[in-house]
């Protein structure tokens, strides 16, 4: 029997689903629609307006503190405001009637667990410093807790022993405070007492044969100064995108923070390496604590109060190791996050009560050192680009100005750039790099404030050193187990990110997921764990 389609009636789509549904169930989809249609209007619409705000203010306050800091960090450059130029530095001038008491005793500590591939590196560096043999100790503080690593540390400091250098293997019953607690103990020793300044260096840095010429003279010369920093140059920058890219944040750090800071106020952040300290400084400010990761930070803010000045020099430049696995990497950006929150938590009430310094060092120490530099900057990245850039997708009643979404970031992009123009080339992919590590960073800082069970956590950042010449970093990071390899938390993200991209390319108005894709992308990559782990041959 055929059926004349001119007879048959057209029904509309939602006749036809009411056909399909029960009326029930039909008044019940209704009803959640407008539900959803309320809840959008008079709650997701205006709380993404409230982000919105709160990303404009936080982009503003970003963007100064780095326009500042370069302003200052330029003005150092153009006008030769370099340390020998403020300071006086002249070479110590050896007396021939003294000889090499002229001389100030030096130590010089390093700090180790478990090195076994660079504690020959760093020990030899130590005891190659040109400096008078009899005014030199060198302190190998060694926490491991490998037999076989503790042995040949202490073998090596025995060959160096026979070479007539006056070298410490010093060891204690537990690593109870960690790097602080292995540090604190080593300055307990008796012959400690007639060293007036302390050189440290972590397990993978180099110093130079000239380091102390160089830098002594600045702390003898001047009172007021308890600390000399010196830079970090990294050996391994070109092993693979990862440590180019951490080059590149570093080189900032250094260039731009450390050097404005310096010249500010005569005050930054320790690095906790590659630096030597007044002996008389580190002990008017109480010594070493180990309430925090961020034991270098502790001590620096602690004697900034007391009135101490430092001073960074950007020409001595120290050989050091980048973190080479993505596991490394994460573990010192949870220190290096949660450490410096918690101590702002504990040291805001001691910097705002201080007497020994201006208001305008509270004021750089407080907003600028930690607001600005370690909570905004970190929060402000991940909102915008991780959650407020994707969920725009699903709201385009609410609108960005082209100036916070274009030009801000842009800006802030270009001046964290300058520290490393040779990888001018790179800076998009350190931006989505940067972006997904914020994540990880803004975690590690609310661990921080509220002190959760990590905001203690110490895991020792692994050195790869030697290792890389003769066996590719693929093969070390075979070995992590898949617990270690997936991040659960970043693949979720990306997945958020990918589909509010779909979204947008099906739906939206507009081009955004140009940008979301990539930055899923790189989400996923940093969750299943494919970053630094092959080097580009």
């Not at 590196?121 to 076989?148: E, F, H, K, Y």
């Not at 900034?304 to 696995?325: A, C, H, N, R």
């Not at 992590?480 to 990110?497: A, N, P, Q, S, T």
């Not at 939206?508 to 997921?513: A, I, N, P, Q, T």
């Amino acid at each position: 029997m055929e059926v004349n389609s001119s007879h048959l009636v057209k029904l509309p789509v939602s006749a036809a689903y009411e056909l399909l549904l029960s009326p029930a169930t039909t008044v019940f989809l209704e009803q959640v629609v407008i539900l959803w249609r309320q809840l959008r209007v008079r709650f997701l619409i205006p709380t993404v307006k409230v982000v919105v705000f709160v990303c404009t203010i936080m982009s503003i306050i970003v963007l100064v503190e780095k326009a500042f800091l370069g302003l200052v960090s330029l003005y150092a450059k153009v006008f030769h405001r370099r340390p020998e130029k403020v300071y006086k530095c002249d070479p110590i001038a050896l007396d021939e009637e003294i000889g090499t008491l002229v001389y100030p005793m030096v130590l010089v500590q390093i700090p180790m667990y478990n090195e076994k591939e660079v504690y020959e590196l760093s020990i030899g560096a130590a005891c190659n410093l040109t400096w008078p043999v009899d005014r030199l100790i060198v302190q190998v503080l060694d926490d491991s807790t490998n037999p076989v690593i503790k042995e040949l540390v202490k073998n090596e400091c025995g060959k160096w022993l026979k070479k007539g250098i006056n070298i410490k293997y010093e060891t204690r019953k537990d690593r109870s405070g960690y790097k602080a607690g292995n540090l604190k103990e080593g300055m307990k020793h008796s012959y400690v007492q007639s060293c007036e300044y302390v050189a440290m260096f972590d397990a993978d840095f180099q110093p130079a044969p000239d380091f102390l010429i160089r830098t002594i003279p600045f702390l003898v010369h001047n009172p007021s100064l308890a600390l000399v920093q010196a830079r970090w140059k990294f050996v391994n920058a070109d092993d693979c995108l990862m440590t180019r890219m951490q080059e590149m944040s570093m080189d900032y750090h250094f260039k731009v923070e450390q050097e404005s800071g310096s010249s500010l106020c005569a005050f930054f952040g320790y690095n906790g390496t590659a630096g030597v300290w007044r002996t008389q400084a580190v002990i008017e400010a109480g010594g070493w604590k180990d309430r925090t990761t961020a034991e270098d930070m502790d001590l620096a803010v602690r004697a900034s109060l007391l009135g101490w000045e430092f001073i960074y020099i950007g020409d001595i430049k120290v050989k050091s190791e980048l973190p080479s696995t993505l596991k490394a990497y994460r573990s010192q950006q949870h220190r290096w996050s949660c450490g410096p929150a918690l101590l702002f938590k504990k040291m805001l009430w001691d910097i705002l009560k201080a007497k020994k310094v201006s208001v305008w060092k509270k004021f750089y120490m407080i907003y600028n050192f930690f607001i600005a530099r370690r909570i905004i900057s970190a929060f402000f990245t991940f909102f915008f680009f991780s959650i407020l850039f994707p969920l725009r997708a699903f709201f385009p009643e609410v609108r960005i100005p082209n100036w916070e979404l274009l030009y801000i970031p842009t800006t802030i992009t270009l001046l964290n750039s300058v520290g490393t123009p040779r990888s001018l080339h790179l800076i998009i992919l350190w931006v989505l790099f940067e972006n997904v590590m914020s994540l990880h960073r803004c975690k590690a800082i609310l661990i921080g404030f509220i002190e959760a069970g990590r905001a203690n956590e110490w895991i020792v950042t692994e050195k790869l050193g030697n290792m890389l010449k003769v066996k590719p970093i693929l093969t070390v990071a075979d070995n992590f187990h898949i617990k270690e390899r997936f991040h659960l938390l970043e693949i979720g993200f990306g997945i958020f990110l990918m589909l509010c991209a779909c979204y947008d390319f099906f739906l939206g108005e507009d081009y955004f997921f140009l940008f979301i894709v990539p930055q899923s992308i790189s989400y996923l990559l940093v969750g299943c764990g494919y970053v630094g782990i092959i080097i580009p041959s």
